[in-house]
């Protein structure tokens, strides 16, 4: 079985990820290939599909929100995961964005994709690759800086995402 797993990431916290769940599946025995949602031309040659995105106030990066709409169809016949790195801080990252966990616009999209899971992890904010516009958001927020991201939880996902396919392929 052959995976993708896609990402978009400003400053690489993202595919840091995304090389994550790549590693655990492939672990699992799985032929996985990582790549930026950008390198992507198409879905077509894989069996399932990760696909995650830095979030940027409320908001999926354009080329994973692109992917999603260029390869529509592609994605609703196989199996889609999606994950999201966002909120710094303590405690569960859906609810300290009250309940997001998906830009609102893409509803429509995803509801005719189906993604098997929308999941939602905390992120990363390193104050040295911050422009000054991003540094008076992240003060104004009151956003907490530094690496909150939660690699066992990360990889239970994939582990989850592992099992699913080799149920599939065995069935």
């Known amino acids: 079985m052959k995976v993708l797993v896609a990402y978009a990431s400003k400053y690489g916290a993202t595919a840091e990820m995304a090389e994550r769940v790549g590693k655990v599946l492939s672990e699992a025995g799985l032929a996985v290939e990582v790549l930026s949602a950008e390198a992507v031309q198409e879905v ?13 106030a409320g908001s999926w990066m354009k080329p994973v929100v692109e992917l999603l709409q ?6 609703a016949t196989r199996p ?8 710094t801080g303590e405690g569960d990252p859906v609810e300290i964005m009250h309940g997001w966990r998906y830009p609102e ?27 000054w516009g991003e540094k008076l958001i992240i003060k104004a927020l009151r956003a907490r800086t530094g690496d909150f991201r ?11 995402i592992a099992q699913a396919l080799h149920v599939e392929s065995e069935a």
């Open 105 to 131: 616009a893409l509803k429509p999209l995803l509801e005719r994709i189906n993604p098997r899971s929308i999941a939602f992890f905390h992120g990363k904010i390193d104050p040295e690759k911050l422009h």
């Open 80 to 87: 889609l995961w999606i994950f999201s790195g966002g909120p």
């Open 70 to 75: 260029t390869q529509e169809q592609a994605l």
């Open 150 to 160: 939660d690699w066992k939880a990360l990889e239970a996902w994939a582990q989850e």
């Open 44 to 56: 077509k040659p894989y069996d399932a599909v990760v696909l995650g995105s830095a979030v940027y």
